[in-house]
């Protein structure tokens, strides 16, 4: 089994600032690339960032020069910094990890519970 756990979401007002933790346990052989990404109320889910096992990163237009995405040195955890934060922000957060759970198995997307982001005007 592996699970993914999210923390840090919240209410904040315009403006502010909130950082997202996610941290994965269970039967993990390797992980890959690790990402966040939201879904707003009758919208489809979409990227907001991602980050592979390198440090590479990538953000959504909506997220860069806003957002940092970082992993931590357990590399099976990952943050997201956001900072001025806007009402079009809000949105389930929803942490998303690839990983192999053998060293003969293939890559496999796992994903959290979802963590609420409510941003006030």
């Known amino acids: 089994q592996v699970q993914l756990a999210e923390s840090g979401g919240g209410l904040v007002q315009a403006g502010g600032s909130l950082r997202l933790s996610c941290a994965a346990s269970g039967s993990i052989f390797r992980m890959n690339a690790m990402g966040w990404y939201r879904q707003a109320p009758g919208k489809q889910r979409e990227l907001v960032a991602h980050i592979t096992s390198g440090g590479g990163t990538n953000y959504a237009d909506s997220a860069k020069g806003r957002f940092t995405i970082s992993r931590g040195n357990a590399k099976n955890t990952v943050y997201l910094e956001m900072n001025s934060l806007k009402p079009e922000d809000t949105a389930v957060y929803y942490c998303?990890?690839?990983?192999?759970?053998?060293?003969?198995?293939?890559?496999?997307?796992?994903w959290g519970q979802g963590t609420q982001v409510t941003v006030s005007s």
């Open positions: 998303n990890a690839e990983l192999a759970r053998t060293p003969s198995s293939g890559w496999v997307n796992y």
